[in-house]
C-alpha cells in the first residue's frame, strides 16, 4: 500500500541552506512535548494515539447505530458545529458523488447539515425540506449547550417526533455527547436516545475519529475501518521514534514554522478536486484554532483551484509576498472521462482530444506551481494516491500530529480556544441570557 506523500523542494528553495536540518533538535523537542504530555494543553492528546487504541467492538457499535439510521431514514441530519462538524463533511464529501445531495445514491441516506448557522432562512427551508421526508438526526455537540446546535435541534426534534412519532423519533435520533453533562447529555437519557461519548481528552477540532467523525461518516455509508487503518497507519509512521528526514508531520511543522518566521504569514490551501473544499474548511479551523493566538500564528487560508485560479489567482501571483501554499494533488481520480475530438473543433479545443480530463487538470496544476513559484510563493505539496477512506485517514492524522508538531515549535497552548468564547459571551448579554446580567449592562452602555 502506498502512502500520501509530502513533497518540499518547491519550498525548501526559499529557504537558507540547511534551515531544515538546524532546526531537527526543536522538532523534536516539541515531539517530546506531545509524547510524554508534559506541553501546554496536556490534557487534551487522547487523539495523540486514538486511532491504534479504537477497537474492533467500538467500529461495531458505531456500525450498528449508523445501520439502524440507513434503515429507517431516506435524510439524516447532522447537526453540529466547528469541530462538531467539520471532520464529517470534509470525509463525506470528500468521498461523495459531486450530485449525490440532489438524489438518494443506492441505498445510502442523503446527508445534510443544520446546527453550523443561524440563518433563520436556512432552518425554515430545512424545516420545509424535511416535510414530506422520512428523517433521522444525529446531534452532535461536546458541551451539549452551543446555541447554533442546540437551536437547529430543538426544531428537528420537534419536527421528527410530530412526523414520526414519538417511538419512531427515538430510534433515529442519536446523541454524540459528553459521558455526564450538557443539554444534549440529559435529553439523550431523558428521551432514551443511543448515545455515543466524545472523550473528555480530545478537543472538538481533533475529534473526527471519534464518534463525532464516524458515525456520520458510516451512515453516509463509508468504511470507517479503512478510514481508521489509515489514520493508524500514519501514526506510525509520524511517530516519535522514525528518523526526522521520513518523518512527513514533524517536516511539515519545522517548514511552515521556518517559513512564518521568514514573513510567510499566511499558508493557503489548495486543492484541485472541488470534492476537497469542506477538507480546507477542516483543516482551517484545525490549524486556525490551535496556532491563532498570544499574537502568533500563520493565517490559515484555503482555495480551490482552477476555479479560484480566476478570481484569487492575480492575488496570489502578484499580492503582497507573505504566504505560501500547501497543494493537496490527488495522483488519480476514481472515474476516468476523454476529453472527445470534434469534426468542427469551433471552440479550438481538438489539441486536448484524446487526453484524459485529469491531464489538462495536472498541466493546470504544475503550470500554476511553476508560476506561483517564479512569484515567490513557496509551494508544498501533499499528494494523495486517490480519494478513499484509507487515504483520508491517513490525511487527517498526518494534519493533526503536524498541528500539535508545530504548535508547540510556534510556542503556543494548540489545545485551546479562550478567544472563541468572547463573542459569546456578547451574544448572550445581548439575548438576555439568565446568568449575563452585568454583561449586559456593560454592553448597553457602549451602544
Ligand atoms: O474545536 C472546538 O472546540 C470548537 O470548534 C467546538 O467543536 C465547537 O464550538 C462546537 O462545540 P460543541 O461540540 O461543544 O458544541
Same mark, same amino acid.
Given at each position: 500500500?502506498?502512502?500520501?506523500?509530502?513533497?518540499?523542494?518547491?519550498?525548501?528553495?526559499?529557504?537558507?541552506?540547511?534551515?531544515?536540518?538546524?532546526?531537527?533538535?526543536?522538532?523534536?523537542?516539541?515531539?517530546?512535548?506531545?509524547?510524554?504530555?508534559?506541553?501546554?494543553?496536556?490534557?487534551?492528546?487522547?487523539?495523540?494515539?486514538?486511532?491504534?487504541?479504537?477497537?474492533?467492538?467500538?467500529?461495531?457499535?458505531?456500525?450498528?447505530?449508523?445501520?439502524?439510521?440507513?434503515?429507517?431514514?431516506?435524510?439524516?441530519?447532522?447537526?453540529?458545529?466547528?469541530?462538531?462538524?467539520?471532520?464529517?463533511?470534509?470525509?463525506?464529501?470528500?468521498?461523495?458523488?459531486?450530485?449525490?445531495?440532489?438524489?438518494?445514491?443506492?441505498?445510502?441516506?442523503?446527508?445534510?447539515?443544520?446546527?453550523?448557522?443561524?440563518?433563520?432562512?436556512?432552518?425554515?427551508?430545512?424545516?420545509?425540506?424535511?416535510?414530506?421526508?422520512?428523517?433521522?438526526?444525529?446531534?452532535?455537540?461536546?458541551?451539549?449547550?452551543?446555541?447554533?446546535?442546540?437551536?437547529?435541534?430543538?426544531?428537528?426534534?420537534?419536527?421528527?417526533?410530530?412526523?414520526?412519532?414519538?417511538?419512531?423519533?427515538?430510534?433515529?435520533?442519536?446523541?454524540?455527547?459528553?459521558?455526564?453533562?450538557?443539554?444534549?447529555?440529559?435529553?439523550?437519557?431523558?428521551?432514551?436516545?443511543?448515545?455515543?461519548?466524545?472523550?473528555?481528552?480530545?478537543?472538538?477540532?481533533?475529534?473526527?475519529?471519534?464518534?463525532?467523525?464516524?458515525?456520520?461518516?458510516?451512515?453516509?455509508?463509508?468504511?470507517?475501518?479503512?478510514?481508521?487503518?489509515?489514520?493508524?497507519?500514519?501514526?506510525?509512521?509520524?511517530?516519535?521514534?522514525?528518523?526526522?528526514?521520513?518523518?512527513?508531520?514533524?517536516?511539515?511543522?519545522?517548514?511552515?514554522?521556518?517559513?512564518?518566521?521568514?514573513?510567510?504569514?499566511?499558508?493557503?490551501?489548495?486543492?484541485?478536486?472541488?470534492?476537497?473544499?469542506?477538507?480546507?474548511?477542516?483543516?482551517?479551523?484545525?490549524?486556525?484554532?490551535?496556532?491563532?493566538?498570544?499574537?502568533?500564528?500563520?493565517?490559515?487560508?484555503?482555495?480551490?483551484?482552477?476555479?479560484?485560479?480566476?478570481?484569487?489567482?492575480?492575488?496570489?501571483?502578484?499580492?503582497?509576498?507573505?504566504?505560501?501554499?500547501?497543494?493537496?494533488?490527488? %495522483?488519480? !481520480? =476514481?472515474?476516468?472521462?476523454? /476529453? &472527445?475530438?470534434?469534426? *468542427?473543433?469551433?471552440? $479550438?479545443?481538438?489539441?486536448?482530444?484524446?487526453?484524459?480530463?485529469?491531464?489538462?487538470?495536472?498541466?493546470?496544476?504544475?503550470?500554476?506551481?511553476?508560476?506561483?513559484?517564479?512569484? %515567490?510563493? !513557496? =509551494?508544498?505539496?501533499?499528494? /494523495? &494516491?486517490?480519494?478513499? *477512506?484509507?487515504?483520508? $485517514?491517513?490525511?487527517?492524522?498526518?494534519?493533526?500530529?503536524?498541528?500539535?508538531?508545530?504548535?508547540?515549535?510556534?510556542?503556543?497552548?494548540?489545545?485551546?480556544?479562550?478567544?472563541? %468564547?468572547?463573542?459569546?459571551?456578547?451574544?448572550?448579554?445581548?439575548?438576555?441570557?439568565?446568568?449575563?446580567?452585568?454583561?449586559?449592562?456593560?454592553?448597553?452602555?457602549?451602544?
Amino acid at each position: 500500500m502506498e502512502n500520501i506523500h509530502l513533497n518540499i523542494t518547491k519550498a525548501e528553495q526559499f529557504l537558507n541552506n540547511g534551515a531544515i536540518s538546524a532546526y531537527e533538535p526543536q522538532v523534536k523537542s516539541a515531539m517530546e512535548l506531545l509524547e510524554k504530555g508534559t506541553g501546554a494543553g496536556n490534557d487534551f492528546l487522547g487523539w495523540l494515539h486514538l486511532p491504534s487504541s479504537i477497537t474492533p467492538d467500538h467500529l461495531a457499535d458505531l456500525k450498528a447505530t449508523a445501520q439502524v439510521l440507513r434503515d429507517n431514514c431516506e435524510v439524516v441530519v447532522v447537526a453540529g458545529i466547528g469541530g462538531s462538524y467539520l471532520g464529517a463533511r470534509a470525509v463525506i464529501e470528500s468521498l461523495s458523488n459531486s450530485f449525490g445531495w440532489l438524489k438518494k445514491e443506492q441505498d445510502n441516506p442523503i446527508i445534510i447539515y443544520a446546527g453550523n448557522n443561524i440563518g433563520e432562512d436556512y432552518l425554515a427551508e430545512l424545516t420545509d425540506y424535511l416535510k414530506d421526508k422520512k428523517f433521522g438526526v444525529i446531534n452532535i455537540s461536546k458541551s451539549g449547550t452551543t446555541t447554533e446546535t442546540a437551536l437547529a435541534f430543538r426544531l428537528l426534534k420537534k419536527q421528527c417526533e410530530e412526523q414520526r412519532g414519538k417511538d419512531m423519533a427515538r430510534k433515529v435520533i442519536v446523541a454524540i455527547t459528553d459521558a455526564k453533562k450538557g443539554a444534549a447529555r440529559i435529553t439523550a437519557d431523558k428521551e432514551g436516545y443511543k448515545s455515543f461519548i466524545i472523550p473528555d481528552n480530545v478537543g472538538g477540532r481533533f475529534s473526527v475519529l471519534t464518534p463525532v467523525g464516524l458515525l456520520p461518516i458510516a451512515t453516509a455509508g463509508y468504511d470507517i475501518d479503512q478510514l481508521v487503518q489509515g489514520a493508524c497507519d500514519m501514526e506510525e509512521l509520524t511517530a516519535i521514534e522514525k528518523p526526522f528526514t521520513e518523518n512527513p508531520a514533524a517536516i511539515y511543522a519545522a517548514i511552515r514554522n521556518l517559513l512564518y518566521a521568514n514573513g510567510k504569514k499566511i499558508e493557503i490551501l489548495v486543492n484541485y478536486q472541488p470534492k476537497l473544499h469542506y477538507m480546507m474548511e477542516w483543516w482551517k479551523q484545525l490549524y486556525g484554532e490551535s496556532e491563532g493566538k498570544d499574537g502568533k500564528g500563520i493565517f490559515p487560508a484555503s482555495v480551490d483551484f482552477s476555479t479560484d485560479l480566476h478570481s484569487m489567482g492575480q492575488w496570489i501571483q502578484e499580492g503582497e509576498r507573505t504566504i505560501f501554499e500547501t497543494v493537496i494533488s490527488v %495522483e488519480s !481520480p =476514481n472515474k476516468h472521462m476523454v /476529453v &472527445p475530438s470534434d469534426e *468542427e473543433n469551433l471552440d $479550438g479545443l481538438n489539441f486536448l482530444a484524446g487526453k484524459r480530463v485529469d491531464e489538462v487538470n495536472k498541466m493546470a496544476e504544475l503550470g500554476t506551481q511553476l508560476a506561483h513559484v517564479d512569484g %515567490e510563493v !513557496p =509551494n508544498l505539496r501533499i499528494s /494523495v &494516491p486517490t480519494l478513499n *477512506e484509507y487515504y483520508i $485517514g491517513q490525511l487527517i492524522y498526518f494534519f493533526e500530529k503536524a498541528c500539535g508538531i508545530s504548535g508547540y515549535l510556534l510556542g503556543v497552548n494548540p489545545f485551546n480556544q479562550p478567544g472563541v %468564547e468572547a463573542y459569546k459571551k456578547n451574544m448572550f448579554a445581548l439575548l438576555g441570557k439568565p446568568g449575563y446580567e452585568e454583561e449586559s449592562k456593560k454592553i448597553q452602555a457602549r451602544l
